[in-house]
């Protein structure tokens, strides 16, 4: 009988130790899961802190200046003369209709991304000319909430109200800085998920005495007078470089960066306009970007060789094959349509309509790998 008690003395006990242990290990758990939290909510009040500012708003300063003889406005910020080639607004319509066509006829599993870049004026016009300011941020945001929900949009304004102070823009030239470039590259990876290398692991080069577009254009004294700096990022690492002609048929192999004069310095990458490019990296993930651009996303593509396995670049006004099929045949997994601010509203978004629908009956094949197998 004694035997019986103890063991069912020892059965209670059992039990009773093991809920204690049950209820101990609720109470760790939950202690845990609070300090994960607690951690959490402190990492996003660090991060919160160290989120970059805005820097300087040059639109509530007023400056000296006034127009060049082809309307181009030239204004004296920080001690240079800057040219500013206005935004005159637009409906975005084609854009928007286009893309979301093209959109509707691609697999689901094609990530589709739309980053239309500011010119400068977003960020330079003075107070006292502000009667020529139109808002591309406000432009870019009504055509963001009319695009398909199946395609990302990314905006680069507010990033770039954090950089106003440095040399995201050139002040000679219609076009962006490499460094705008690289802001506008990084907040895109970010958006579709990728790798991304920091500026610093780049090989910064600078041409002095640039003058651009804008002075040969206008041929005004004050930019003439002013020449500027221009700074681009050598990608490290092995790259190969393929160019194409606009009907997509291999050419050569050469140079991501092409060797050109200063004043031709924005030339420098991919050439230009003329050909469509592959680029192959040493990325392996898998990820194969297409960019479609005018001439601003030229300086984009450095900044993509971390990024991606390989980056097709074809110019929205001059490429000459079906788009879809060019996407479909080259297993394209991610389309960016990166383009200034003309380009998304004006007669160049056309264009893309056509890139969807020309040539649509024939497959594309990559000239540059049967080259390779010969």
């Given at each position: 009988?004694?035997?019986?008690?103890s063991?069912?003395?020892?059965?209670?006990?059992?039990?009773?130790?093991?809920?204690?242990?049950?209820?101990?290990?609720?109470?760790?758990?939950?202690?845990?899961?609070?300090?994960?939290?607690?951690?959490?909510?402190?990492?996003?009040?660090?991060e919160?802190?160290?989120?970059?500012?805005?820097?300087?708003?040059?639109?509530?300063e007023?400056?000296?200046?006034?127009?060049?003889?082809?309307?181009?406005?030239?204004?004296?910020?920080?001690?240079?003369?800057?040219?500013?080639?206005?935004?005159?607004?637009?409906?975005?319509?084609?854009?928007?209709?286009?893309?979301?066509?093209?959109?509707?006829?691609?697999?689901?599993?094609?990530?589709?991304y739309?980053?239309?870049?500011?010119?400068?004026?977003?960020?330079?016009?003075?107070?006292?000319?502000?009667?020529?300011?139109?808002?591309?941020?406000?432009?870019?945001?009504?055509?963001?909430?009319?695009?398909?929900?199946?395609?990302?949009s990314?905006d680069?304004c507010?990033?770039?109200?954090?950089?106003?102070?440095?040399?995201?823009?050139?002040?000679?030239?219609?076009?962006?800085?490499?460094?705008?470039?690289?802001?506008?590259?990084?907040?895109?990876?970010?958006?579709?998920?990728?790798?991304?290398?920091?500026?610093?692991?780049?090989?910064?080069?600078?041409?002095?005495?640039?003058?651009?577009?804008?002075?040969?254009?206008?041929?005004?004294?004050?930019?003439?007078?002013?020449?500027?700096e221009?700074t681009?990022?050598?990608?490290?690492?092995?790259?190969?470089?393929?160019?194409?002609?606009?009907?997509?048929?291999?050419?050569?192999?050469?140079?991501?960066?092409?060797?050109v004069?200063?004043?031709?310095?924005?030339?420098?990458?991919?050439?230009?306009?003329?050909?469509?490019?592959k680029?192959?990296?040493?990325?392996?993930?898998?990820?194969?970007?297409?960019?479609?651009?005018?001439?601003?996303?030229?300086?984009?593509?450095?900044?993509?060789?971390?990024?991606?396995?390989e980056?097709?670049?074809?110019?929205m006004?001059?490429?000459?094959?079906?788009?879809?099929n060019?996407?479909?045949?080259?297993?394209?997994?991610?389309?960016?349509?990166?383009?200034?601010?003309?380009?998304?509203?004006?007669?160049?978004?056309?264009?893309?309509?056509?890139?969807i629908?020309?040539?649509?009956?024939?497959?594309?094949?990559?000239g540059?790998?049967?080259?390779?197998?010969e």
């Amino acid at each position: 009988m004694k035997k019986i008690v103890s063991l069912v003395m020892c059965a209670v006990l059992t039990l009773i130790t093991a809920g204690c242990c049950a209820f101990s290990d609720e109470n760790v758990s939950s202690q845990q899961a609070s300090k994960v939290e607690s951690k959490k909510e402190t990492n996003k009040k660090e991060e919160s802190s160290r989120k970059e500012p805005d820097q300087k708003d040059y639109t509530k300063e007023t400056a000296e200046g006034g127009f060049a003889e082809d309307g181009m406005l030239v204004v004296s910020q920080d001690g240079h003369w800057r040219g500013l080639e206005l935004f005159g607004g637009g409906s975005g319509d084609s854009y928007v209709s286009s893309l979301n066509e093209l959109r509707g006829e691609l697999a689901d599993s094609v990530r589709v991304y739309s980053m239309p870049a500011p010119l400068a004026c977003e960020f330079y016009t003075p107070s006292n000319f502000s009667d020529v300011y139109v808002s591309q941020a406000e432009c870019f945001s009504d055509i963001a909430e009319r695009l398909d929900k199946g395609i990302v949009s990314v905006d680069i304004c507010s990033i770039f109200k954090k950089h106003t102070e440095e040399h995201i823009y050139s002040r000679t030239d219609h076009h962006w800085q490499p460094l705008g470039a690289y802001y506008a590259a990084r907040t895109f990876a970010k958006a579709a998920g990728v790798p991304f290398d920091d500026i610093s692991k780049y090989k910064k080069v600078t041409d002095e005495g640039y003058l651009g577009t804008l002075s040969a254009w206008s041929d005004d004294e004050r930019l003439e007078s002013d020449p500027e700096e221009f700074t681009y990022y050598e990608p490290q690492g092995k790259i190969s470089t393929y160019y194409y002609d606009q009907q997509f048929e291999y050419q050569y192999e050469g140079s991501l960066l092409v060797p050109v004069d200063v004043d031709n310095s924005y030339l420098r990458f991919i050439g230009g306009d003329d050909c469509a490019v592959k680029v192959k990296t040493s990325v392996r993930n898998g990820r194969k970007l297409l960019v479609v651009k005018d001439s601003f996303g030229n300086a984009e593509i450095p900044f993509y060789t971390s990024s991606f396995e390989e980056i097709y670049v074809v110019d929205m006004r001059y490429f000459e094959r079906n788009l879809v099929n060019l996407i479909n045949d080259m297993g394209i997994t991610d389309v960016l349509f990166t383009m200034a601010a003309y380009s998304a509203v004006g007669v160049n978004a056309d264009n893309i309509e056509t890139l969807i629908t020309q040539d649509s009956g024939s497959h594309i094949t990559d000239g540059q790998l049967h080259k390779d197998s010969e």
